[in-house]
């Protein structure tokens, strides 16, 4: 299947509109987004351009704007939700795409956990307008309410999106039983890390930086897998035959709660805090530990690092002291003493956090760590 030609992306100037429409989303103004967004279109006379080259960057600004604490929570999720209705509102203009498709069918999901469904559904989007027959499972979806319905549908592929690396070893697990199921994966999103190393590392068929570059691999096609017996995690991932990843990612609970006891003795200010900020702090610790576990799962010590030196901006962009990330690695590998491989990815980051070129704080409001 050929797509019919499309501008190049830089043919309509889209700065003055992505402007406009980073201003209506920042202010939560949803009819003047759509306003820019149908405005756009009509210049530009292509729908695919207006939801890669206009949307896609708005929304990557959101999130980048939200890490710089320069946007809230509520106005991080106010701004998405005005996307995913604007990109509804483009969706259904007349003439756009055909009402019955006739092209291959695709399902398109996000793994189970994945909450961010944007990058997914403008994957899904732009395959409609390419003439294909989408079925948009959307945020979420549990493995095997996505293999009921492979077998119901019978797609020629299937688009597993996840922003989150954390959702890695549940992304495999997906991958593992499409395939089982004779249908072949393409990944896609953040989580999947940089040139899309994990993607492959956990077998997919294919993977894409984008929305245009999956439905570019879509086009040229996937090799439907062949008949695959019993089929285990470590025939992947032999690494994991020690044990690391399933024992950190089975204590968590516990490894957090003795951090958090011992942190109190290695930073003085936890000892001052609320209630409200120690739950935080939990919660913090919590999330550096899943992305160890992670790390474990996929034998990438730089996995975790990239998270560590992520976090340390968060806490400096909200006041908070990123300094106490040092004695909460170290009680970690205190705990993990007898784990070789979780010892040199929480040393490698350690290592990093050192040699970080702190940010400059940002001015607002503090969000405790």
């Known amino acids: ?68 604490n320069r946007l809230t929570v509520a106005q991080e999720h106010t701004a998405t939700a005005i996307h995913e209705r604007v990109m509804a509102v483009l969706a259904h203009q007349p003439g756009l795409r055909d009402e019955t498709p006739s092209g291959p069918r695709v399902t398109v999901a996000c793994v189970d956990g994945e909450w961010h469904a944007l990058p997914a559904r403008l994957l899904a989007e732009v395959l409609r307008l390419r003439g294909w027959r989408v079925d948009f499972l959307g945020a979420h979806v549990p493995t095997p309410h996505l293999i009921a319905h492979l077998h119901q549908t019978g797609p020629r592929a299937v688009a597993l999106s996840s922003s989150i690396p954390t959702h890695l070893p549940t992304a495999h697990t997906a991958i593992t039983a499409c395939q089982a199921a004779g249908v072949p994966v393409i990944a896609g999103g953040a989580a999947f890390g940089p040139g899309g190393r994990y993607a492959r590392s956990l077998g997919a068929d294919g993977w894409a930086p984008d929305a245009r570059g999956a439905a570019a691999v879509l086009e040229r096609g996937l090799d439907r897998p062949g008949p695959r017996g019993v089929h285990q995690t470590v025939d992947d991932l032999p690494h994991l035959a020690d044990q690391e990843y399933t024992i950190v990612a089975e204590t968590t609970h516990q490894l957090v709660k003795q951090t958090l006891a011992d942190l109190e003795d290695r930073f003085e200010p936890l000892r001052g805090y609320t209630e409200r900020q120690r739950r935080h702090t939990a919660e913090d610790l919590a999330h550096i530990v899943e992305y160890l576990a992670t790390s474990l799962y996929v034998a990438d010590e730089e996995l975790f690092t990239r998270f560590i030196l992520w976090t340390a901006d968060i806490l400096t962009a909200r006041r908070v002291p990123a300094r106490s990330l040092d004695p909460a690695l170290d009680l970690l590998a205190l705990q993990l003493k007898d784990f070789p491989r979780a010892c040199r990815t929480l040393a490698h980051a350690r290592e990093a956090l050192g040699d970080r070129t702190p940010l400059p704080k940002t001015p607002g409001p503090g969000k405790p760590a």
Not at 35 to 46: F, I, N, Q, T, W
């Open 1 to 68: 299947m050929t797509p019919p030609p499309r501008p190049h992306p830089d043919a309509v100037p889209l700065g003055p509109a992505r402007e406009h429409l980073w201003s209506a989303v920042r202010q939560g103004d949803e009819r003047r987004a759509a306003a820019v967004v149908l405005d756009a279109l009509e210049s530009s006379g292509d729908a695919e351009t207006v939801l890669l080259d206009l949307i896609a960057p708005v929304q990557e600004r959101v999130g980048t704007e939200w890490a710089a």
